[in-house]
């Protein structure tokens, strides 16, 4: 069974940086993709950001395109998202996703497995 732990998030001022980062377990991911999605209060889930395992095919939203850097590690099967260059839009629980297949995909529904979250606020 697919499990992925996301960790690194945090409080930071705007124009400040974080990484997080997702373990994956469960299964041998080399034909996987990962994404990262976020949440803000009163909205819906939207993507992030997305990779191939083997760490090629990336692809980002246009509001983190040239902000954020998606990822992976395989020796440590984890999957990172730099930030920089925060801005307080940028508030929202972080959630890893993870999907069978090499396809570059964005939709929430096409990934089957999620981790739990973790909050990301950005004060101004």
């Known amino acids: 069974q697919v499990q992925l732990v996301e960790s690194g998030g945090g409080l930071v001022q705007a124009g400040g940086s974080l990484r997080l980062s997702c373990a994956a377990s469960?299964?041998?991911?080399?034909?996987?993709?990962m994404g990262w999605f976020r949440q803000a209060p009163g909205k819906e889930r939207e993507f992030v950001a997305t990779?191939?395992?083997?760490?090629?095919?990336?692809g980002y939203a246009d509001s983190v395109n040239g902000r954020f850097t998606i990822s992976t590690d395989n020796a440590k099967n984890t999957v990172y998202l730099q930030m920089n260059s925060l801005k307080p839009e940028d508030t929202a629980v972080y959630y890893c996703?993870?999907?069978?297949?090499?396809?570059?995909?964005?939709?929430?529904?096409?990934?089957?497995?999620w981790g739990q979250g973790t909050q990301v606020t950005v004060s101004s």
């Open positions: 469960g299964r041998t991911f080399s034909n996987y993709r």
């Open positions: 990779i191939r395992w083997t760490g090629d095919s990336t």
């Open positions: 996703a993870a999907r069978s297949g090499p396809s570059l995909r964005v939709g929430i529904q096409e990934y089957p497995y």
